[in-house]
């Protein structure tokens, strides 16, 4: 079955404490990416990576990095997580840039104490 | 900037009615335009796209619209069900594959 596997799906956190969110997707995309979901403001993309090794900075990059080591793989890591990160986040892959059928995991959601 | 908006942030309708969810788009370069569905406690999930050079599209029970004069893109939807109430996002695609989705319209469907 293609899908879009994140975990974990929930996860409490102090803030400073590093973490990690990892995202596999099994369709063999080149285009990958991050985003948040908050209430009024929608999606909003993170990061995205269109292919191993290249990454890219998307909206709100800010307190987040990620890298592309494999093609099935792109961790999210919060370095040191702040109370202002505390959303829904989703992974998604596109078989290609500029495909429009992104397909997304099932979420993460963070709170930062 | 570029910005993609949904005009109404709820809808309600009765179950077996038709459906119609609009969306305001302000960038004119973007190849496609696509509509999302996301049922509570899932990722959006695909529904249908349309390049920017048609004005209407058709799927199972769905058609979109678009409407380049005025910026304007709308989601019918055929004899609305239950399982149809989700948050809908209008989206569009820019150069290098990014995604910029608008802020969502609540769909909620009445027995």
């Known amino acids: 079955e293609a899908q879009v596997t994140q975990n974990p799906r929930y996860l409490i956190t102090v803030t400073g404490k590093k973490l990690t969110v990892t995202c596999s997707q099994n369709?063999?995309?080149?285009?990958m990416s991050w985003y948040r979901q908050d209430p009024g403001l929608g999606l909003r993309q993170i990061y995205y990576?269109?292919?191993?090794?290249?990454?890219d900075k998307g909206d709100v990059p800010e307190g987040y990095k990620v890298s592309r080591k494999e093609k099935r793989n792109f961790p999210l890591i919060l370095e040191s997580p702040s109370p202002n990160q505390t959303s829904l986040y989703f992974c998604?892959?596109?078989?290609?840039?500029?495909?429009?059928?992104?397909?997304f995991g099932q979420g993460t959601r963070l709170t930062v104490v | 900037g570029e910005s993609v908006g949904l005009h109404l942030p709820t809808l309600s309708v009765q179950e077996g009615d038709n459906s119609i969810i609009n969306c305001a788009y302000s960038?004119?370069?973007?190849?496609?335009f696509i509509w999302y569905k996301q049922e509570s406690g899932k990722g959006p999930q695909f529904i249908i796209d349309i390049r920017s050079n048609m004005d209407k599209r058709q799927g199972q029970r769905v058609t979109v619209l678009l409407n380049k004069t005025v910026k304007h893109l709308s989601l019918q939807i055929a004899a609305t069900q239950p399982g149809d109430s989700a948050v809908y996002f209008c989206a569009e695609n820019t150069q290098g594959g990014k995604l910029i989705f608008g802020q969502g319209t609540e769909l909620s469907v009445k027995p």
């Open positions: 998604a892959s596109t078989s290609h840039p500029g495909g429009t059928e992104a397909f």
């Open positions: 369709m063999n995309h080149e285009y």
């Open positions: 960038n004119s370069a973007s190849d496609y």
């Open positions: 990576s269109m292919n191993v090794e290249v990454t």
